[in-house]
């Protein structure tokens, strides 16, 4: 009877545990997939707010650009500050991106983990293919978006070498400027020059009497 009820106790304990591992494993899974979702959702909202910024950015500066007077400095000014905006957003979008893959990666693993706990082997072996089959799917879509996001590199970098050219433009209008200011100065010292030249000549006659 002892022997029996021995017997239960460990079959009761051994169930716990097992019921107790597998509560475990179904909360980390559940865990990773929220982590995944929350990552996902961060994403979405810096490549919305980053499409928006870029996209009216360079439309500012082209129409700025394309006025009659246009003011280079102005603008590059103008450009460079909505830029560096956009350039914070990428680098959080990366670092959204970069989330995005370790934390796909351990809700595969966990879902897996899961599915690796079904004790019918034929259901275990279809949730494996299943998960197996959804991987390679969200795998696809990852590259995809890998690819995406460095067209966007590109895009930026142009911006940036943009950036450089309306500065160099706003440098050399700011010479032509200078130039023009100079040529101001010279005439109006020329004249000032005269004027204190007839000014001595006057001098002179009033001393020689």
Not at 166 to 181: D, G, P
């Amino acid at each position: 009877m002892k022997k029996h009820i021995s017997l239960l106790m460990v079959c009761m304990v051994g169930l716990m545990i097992f019921t107790s591992c597998k509560d475990r494993t179904t909360r980390a899974a559940l865990k990773h997939g929220d982590i995944l979702k929350s990552n996902l959702d961060s994403f979405d909202k810096n490549r919305m707010k980053l499409s928006a910024n870029l996209v009216e950015s360079l439309e500012e500066a082209g129409e700025s650009l394309m006025t009659e007077t246009p003011d280079i400095p102005q603008v590059s000014k103008d450009f460079e500050k909505e830029w560096r905006s956009i350039m914070n957003r990428y680098d959080k979008l990366k670092k959204d991106f970069d989330s995005i893959g370790k934390s796909s990666n351990a809700y595969f693993e966990e879902l897996n983990t899961l599915s690796s706990s079904i004790n019918n082997a034929d259901l275990r072996k279809s949730e494996l293919d299943a998960n197996k089959e959804l991987e390679v799917k969200w795998k696809a879509t990852y590259d995809e978006a890998d690819k995406a996001i460095k067209k966007v590199t590109t895009v930026l970098e142009d911006g940036n070498d943009f950036h450089m050219v309306l500065v160099a433009s706003s440098i050399r209008q700011k010479l032509e400027q200078n130039v023009t200011a100079l040529k101001n100065m010279s005439a109006q010292a020329k004249l000032l020059l005269a004027d204190l030249e007839v000014f001595t000549d006057a001098g002179r006659k009033l001393v020689e009497g």
